[in-house]
């Protein structure tokens, strides 16, 4: 078969953290739905990428109103959300054919400001390693939370003494070029990507490199983009608006 780039969007917020009885993938951002500039991203990387768009039953009734409402007629295929995130991807992947040739990226719903050069970074690697995951370096310094089992410790911090009781969290500082922050889009070769769903789902699964690394394929890391931020709350939407205004590039 035709060599073919798809994209499995993942939209099935509800809104909890946000406050709004909107969900927050249709919150409008710089006069357009968080949803609608997520796609257009990856239909500005490529007019040939296949766009599969996981939406809950419930809602796909009012994205329906909302392509009305600001004229978007993206080409598309719309597929039921799952209980859990693992079974969201899932009905995603049964749109692609089991013979397709090609990558598939999984990409969050609101994230709308990934670059066409990070999608091409894990599209490119995935062609060649069947795993790739864009990530950007830790900036702030990281603290490791752990318990101790003794009913009652001595510790000396720089010389202080402090008293720690069995039950109540201690913590370090880990080297934090150590460890990178994860995004999306999370891109495999079709192969490897099928055959990792195949397996029965685990409340471990946190994301679909975690599917793939338990089928045991490993996962190359490519460069990710600051921008691409992940919209879950208030502050996220003014973040957001102030990339709009900075880079006139996201104003799609």
Not at 30 to 40: A, D, F, K, Q, Y
Not at 92 to 106: E, K, S, W
Not at 169 to 181: A, F
């Amino acid at each position: 078969m035709e060599y073919t780039e798809y994209v499995i969007i993942v939209a099935g917020g509800k809104g909890t953290r946000m406050g709004t009885e909107v969900p927050k993938q249709f919150l409008p951002i710089g006069g357009l739905p968080v949803l609608m500039r997520t796609i257009r991203c990856f239909r500005s990387y490529s007019d040939k990428m296949k766009i599969i768009l996981v939406l809950p039953k419930q809602q796909q009734e009012y994205w329906k109103e909302l392509c009305e409402k600001y004229s978007f007629n993206e080409p598309l295929t719309i597929a039921d959300g799952g209980e859990t995130r693992f079974h969201s991807v899932k009905n995603g992947l049964d749109c692609i054919p089991d013979n397709a040739c090609g990558t598939i990226c999984v990409h969050d719903g609101v994230r709308p400001f990934v670059s066409g050069g990070t999608i091409h970074r894990t599209c490119k690697e995935a062609m060649k390693s069947g795993a790739a995951v864009p990530v950007i370096p830790v900036v702030e310094t990281l603290r490791h939370l752990y318990k101790v089992d003794a009913p009652e410790s001595l510790y000396d911090f720089d010389g202080i003494a402090a008293l720690q009781i069995s039950g109540e969290p201690m913590s370090e500082t880990v080297q934090r070029d150590e460890y990178r922050i994860v995004q999306t889009p999370q891109t495999f070769n079709v192969d490897v990507l099928k055959r990792a769903y195949r397996q029965e789902y685990m409340k471990e699964f946190t994301d679909d490199a975690s599917v793939v690394e338990h089928d045991g394929h490993s996962v190359a890391l490519v460069e990710g983009n600051e921008e691409n931020i992940k919209i879950t709350t208030p502050f996220d939407l003014a973040v957001g608006e102030a990339i709009i205004a900075q880079d006139p590039s996201y104003n799609l």
